[in-house]
């Protein structure tokens, strides 16, 4: 059975930072690109960003270019995401994602984390 | 580039049928065939439903379709039951540095 656990969600301050972890198992974690989607309070689903399965590729959303980075750890089956410089708006539940299919790692996602909330106010 | 498009909210009875609409572009609903569909209870993990445009994942009851015509995709749930009552998200790979959209989110509620 396919489990992926979100760790790190908490309070930060605006121009602070936070790194969020999913720790993944029942798969071969690095046959698949991961991906992070969030969901501000009281709004829809955002894609944030996805790495390939050996790490060498990763996409990002406009709104988080250039402030998180996505990165893996394959020996420890275990995705990350740094945020830096924060905003108010990157407020939300985070989820970390896996793909239904090896090939088309920006596709349709078929297992899901419950999500990490991360804050971010002063 | 914008969200994709859908109703904030439908309605239907038990036993009914419904249909959520999802509009995007040429670029995205309209050039790949990489529609999804999520089904999102509060305090759930969000659940796959349909993908590429019009296929269900084992496991998801056949009440559940997926159909795209041009630039619109929509999802189809036959015979409504009270569990159906959730938000329901469309998806499309995008290219280009977009990547992927989501759209807005459409509630159902069953009467």
């Known amino acids: 059975e396919v489990q992926l656990v979100e760790s790190g969600g908490g309070l930060a301050q605006p121009g602070g930072s936070l790194r969020l972890s999913c720790a993944a198992s029942g798969f071969t974690f690095n046959n698949y690109g991961m991906t992070w989607v969030r969901q501000p309070p009281g709004k829809g689903l955002e894609w944030v960003s996805t790495?390939?399965?050996?790490?060498?590729?990763?996409y990002y959303a406009v709104s988080v270019r250039g402030r998180f980075t996505i990165s893996r750890d394959n020996s420890k089956n275990t995705l990350n995401l740094q945020m830096d410089s924060l905003r108010a708006e990157d407020t939300a539940i985070y989820y970390c994602?896996?793909?239904?299919?090896?090939?088309?790692?920006?596709?349709?996602?078929?297992?899901w984390g419950q999500g990490a909330l991360v804050t971010v106010s002063s | 580039q914008s969200a994709l498009t859908q109703p904030a909210s439908v309605s239907g009875s038990p036993g009914q049928s419904i249909t959520i609409s999802c509009t995007g572009s040429?670029?995205?609903?309209?050039?790949?065939?990489?529609v999804s569909w999520y089904q999102h209870q509060p305090g759930k993990a969000p659940q796959l439903m349909i993908y590429?445009?019009?296929k269900r994942p084992s496991g998801v009851s056949p009440r559940f379709s997926g159909s795209k015509s041009g630039n619109t995709a929509s999802l189809t749930i036959s015979g409504l039951q009270a569990e159906d009552e959730a938000g329901y998200y469309c998806c499309s790979y995008a290219g280009g540095s977009i990547h992927v959209l989501f759209g807005g989110g459409t509630r159902l509620t069953v009467l």
């Open positions: 040429s670029s995205d609903v309209g050039y790949y065939n990489l």
């Open positions: 790495i390939s399965g050996g790490g060498s590729s990763a």
């Open positions: 590429d445009d019009d």
């Open positions: 994602a896996k793909p239904l299919s090896t090939i088309t790692i920006l596709g349709a996602l078929d297992s």
